[in-house]
T-cell receptor, first 116, second 113 residues
Framework: GDSVTQMEGPVTLSEEAFLTINCTYT??????LFWYVQYPGEGLQLLLK?????DKGSNKGFEATYRKETTSFHLEKGSVQVSDSAVYFC???????????????FGQGTILTVHP | DARVTQTPRHKVTEMGQEVTMRCQPI?????VFWYRQTMMQGLELLAY????????DSGMPKDRFSAEMPDATLATLKIQPSEPRDSAVYFC???????????FGPGTRLLVL
């Protein structure tokens, strides 16, 4: 079955540091890949997505590139801010043979804390 | 600004009591998902609906959990009887058939004593 594996957390950084959160996946079809973010006390929000190999998703300074050869979708940001402190989830949506119900498979989440 | 709403936001109850959580999906969305989030298990998909019909509820304990969509604007998740191990945050999300983005509500934080 489909699965998503994220790097172990938590991740603690100083403001303006470079961020990488690793994500790898296994899927039977041709999945779309997502990063969702969860701020304290809130639900998840879509951060960015990529729907096919070599696509780059980007939003709010975050980027991730769909790498089919390494089955990866690592999240990066060049300079983090305190306000980026949150839990980050990698996820995939598999086409399941052409029937797209939008079902997502999530990774376990990575807690990011950014200090001033 | 269209949002998924969930009620109640917080619920404390005693073991054995019935718990009902409600979700109002974004108007026009026709897929609805229920998730449970705990520190130990992370995010688990409990059930999902398309056009109000249940597509998959294999993630849900059948003996005590039930999920329904009485109409297109309301989804419910019931636990009867509740147990301490049900303590978690329950999220509802909605989306459009054929589009993969899900929009999450703020969650219901449940504590069963």
């Amino acid at each position: 079955g489909d699965s998503v594996t994220q790097m172990e957390g938590p991740v603690t950084l100083s403001e303006e540091a470079f961020l990488t959160i690793n994500c790898t996946y296994t899927a039977t079809g041709y999945p779309s890949l997502f990063w969702y973010v969860q701020y304290p006390g809130e639900g998840l929000q879509l951060l960015l997505k990529a729907t096919k190999a070599d696509d780059k998703g980007s939003n709010k300074g975050f980027e991730a590139t769909y790498r089919k050869e390494t089955t990866s979708f690592h999240l990066e940001k060049g300079s983090v801010q305190v306000s980026d402190s949150a839990v980050y989830f990698c996820a995939l949506s598999d086409d399941e043979g052409g029937t797209s119900y939008g079902k997502l498979t999530f990774g376990q989440g990575t807690i990011l804390t950014v200090h001033p | 600004d269209a949002r998924v709403t969930q009620t109640p936001r917080h619920k404390v109850t005693e073991m054995g009591q019935e718990v009902t959580m409600r979700c109002q999906p974004i108007l026009g969305h026709n897929t609805v998902f229920w998730y449970r989030q705990t520190m130990m298990q992370g995010l688990e998909l409990l059930a999902y609906f398309r056009n109000r019909a249940p597509l998959d509820d294999s993630g849900m304990p059948k003996d005590r959990f039930s999920a329904e969509m009485p109409d297109a604007t309301l989804a419910t998740l019931k636990i009867q009887p509740s147990e301490p191990r049900d303590s978690a945050v329950y999220f509802c999300a909605s989306g459009l058939d054929g589009q993969e983005t899900q929009y999450f509500g703020p969650g219901t934080r449940l504590l069963v004593l």
